[in-house]
């Protein structure tokens, strides 16, 4: 689905890059099965592994059923035990997304049953950008060309309509000391991360700890990537936003720890 944008992408594609182990994959992988399980587990399923998981069409139903608030059309198997019960189910949620008007580029039913990696996260990424990006309607989003813009481009706006004061470009670099996450935070919620300034650009680990703690703790913003990831230099445009695309309906709870700034 795209290419990852990660700033090597001027270079030529490296061996490195191409590795089924390369580090933004992995990432992104982790963050997105991080996603999906944020939301299955209202319906307590999980998914272990992104690339396995799916192929009976189970999970991926119950996924798309709590995204969408919706039932699927139509009927399905509920023990699907035979491949060709897997493939059924499986263009029941395709063709569920199809009514829904959400493009898929070449995914069929036989990609997610063989565990095409590749089609799965694109698949997945599909869904994010619908349901996380583009459909809900946020709160301080500044001018109504949000519909005309990309999910992309919608995301980034929003986040420097919060963090006016940072010059927030892109979804990987300008978050790899972990500060931007702190000032982003804090706008949220004035007083949770009031120092973000004075920290260490040198400790981003730490800084990305610090910021997403706090985000999880009080504004209910699930760490579906870690800290350790987010600032990794590897790391993809795509599991950032990701993260990232939490924090327009982030709601600061009762009792939060505010401080006035030092």
């Not at 396995?52 to 139903?61: K, P």
């Not at 035990?81 to 039913?109: C, G, P, W, Y």
């Not at 703790?217 to 445009?237: A, K, M």
Request: proline share 7%; hydrophobic share 35%; net charge negative.
């Amino acid at each position: 689905m795209g290419h990852h944008h990660h700033h090597h992408s001027h270079m030529p594609v490296t061996e490195k890059d191409l590795a089924e182990d390369a580090p933004w994959k992995k990432i992104q992988q982790n963050t997105f099965t991080r996603w999906c399980n944020e939301h299955l587990k209202c319906v307590n399923k999980r998914i272990g592994n992104l690339q396995t998981d799916l192929s009976d069409g189970l999970r991926l139903i119950a996924l798309l059923e709590v995204l969408s608030q919706k039932r699927m059309y139509r009927k399905y198997h509920q023990r699907p035990t035979f491949r060709q019960m897997q493939l059924e189910n499986v263009s029941v949620a395709l063709e569920f997304l199809d009514r829904e008007s959400i493009k898929l580029v070449s995914i069929d039913s036989k990609a997610i049953v063989d565990g095409n990696l590749k089609l799965i996260l694109g698949l997945v990424w599909t869904l994010i950008l619908h349901y996380s990006i583009s459909m809900p309607v946020w709160e301080d989003e500044g001018d109504d060309d949000a519909k005309k813009q990309t999910p992309k481009q919608r995301l980034l706006g929003w986040i420097q309509n919060k963090i006016p004061y940072l010059p927030i470009t892109n979804f990987n670099q300008n978050w790899q000391d972990g500060k931007a996450l702190g000032a982003l935070v804090d706008s949220c919620a004035p007083g949770l991360c009031p120092d973000w300034e004075s920290w260490d650009p040198q400790k981003p680990v730490d800084n990305a700890r610090e910021a997403m703690q706090q985000a999880d703790d009080w504004l209910g913003v699930p760490q579906v990537i870690t800290p350790e990831e987010i600032i990794h230099p590897d790391v993809d445009e795509h599991s950032v936003m990701t993260y990232l695309s939490q924090f327009p309906k982030a709601k600061l709870k009762p009792g939060a720890p505010l401080k006035p700034k030092l």
